[in-house]
């Protein structure tokens, strides 16, 4: 019996190696190549089969960051994190203060920073469990190690959903705007990222009163927010 766990233990640690050793390959290989595809990606893919969408359609189109619109960039870290150049890649006050809200009331907060959704994203699957957090956290303190933030924003801009079978801005500015990424006004920026907390649920090609709502109170923080492209050197 113990030999067969001294076995089934060694084999263990093979795996746990070579994922390892895979994990980091793809951080680094990512830190200067465009990422093609996603965990996120895959999933939606897989859903769509075993629900038997058989139309279901992935567009995706990677840009780099200067070919973006700057009002973009400003509107992603004022909607999603304010404090995305600042913290290590969690924000601690926003977390704290999920835990307090969390505890009291019925609906979930999140307090997810950029860099933990951008982990998720590429290397991970949606869902709430501790093994998918756990992971999350190792992926977040990985990707400010290695890419750094101008990279992690990156990444992400070109990783998020922003509706069915829409992931990334350019995909996102060409379907729902009809312009490129780099041709959208602050307006159409902010309208784009207020679709972030759910894109299943808020859609860009019938806003809702509450996206415009949102979607005000975006440009204003935009405005307040020091300029994003600065901490970029540009």
């Not at 390959?25 to 465009?34: A, K, M, N, T």
């Not at 959208?184 to 009163?209: D, E, G």
Request: hydrophobic residues 45%; charged residues 20%; glycine residues 6%.
């Amino acid at each position: 019996m113990s030999q067969i766990l001294s076995t089934l233990l060694r084999k263990l640690l093979q795996l746990l190696r070579y994922g390892s050793a895979l994990v980091l390959g793809l951080v680094l290989l990512y830190s200067f190549v465009p990422v093609p595809y996603t965990g996120m990606m895959l999933e939606r893919q897989l859903e769509a089969w075993w629900s038997g969408k058989s139309n279901y359609q992935l567009r995706h189109q990677w840009v780099p960051l200067e070919e973006m619109s700057r009002h973009l960039l400003q509107a992603a870290v004022a909607s999603e994190d304010q404090k995305f150049l600042e913290h290590n890649g969690f924000d601690m006050q926003a977390i704290e203060k999920a835990l307090v809200y969390n505890s009291k009331g019925k609906k979930i907060r999140g307090a997810s920073t950029i860099s933990q959704q951008t982990a998720k994203n590429v290397f991970l699957w949606s869902g709430r469990s501790w093994l998918r957090k756990g992971l999350e956290t190792g992926f977040t303190l990985l990707i400010e190690a290695v890419w750094g933030k101008q990279r992690i924003l990156e990444i992400y801009l070109n990783s998020i959903e922003f509706g069915p079978g829409v992931f990334g801005v350019e995909a996102a500015a060409q379907q729902y705007f009809r312009r490129s990424a780099a041709q959208l006004t602050a307006a159409q920026a902010a309208l784009m990222v207020t679709v972030l907390p759910n894109p299943h649920r808020f859609l860009l090609q019938r806003p809702s009163p509450y996206m415009y709502k949102r979607q005000q109170w975006v440009q204003k923080q935009m405005r307040q927010l020091a300029p994003v492209t600065r901490a970029f050197g540009d």
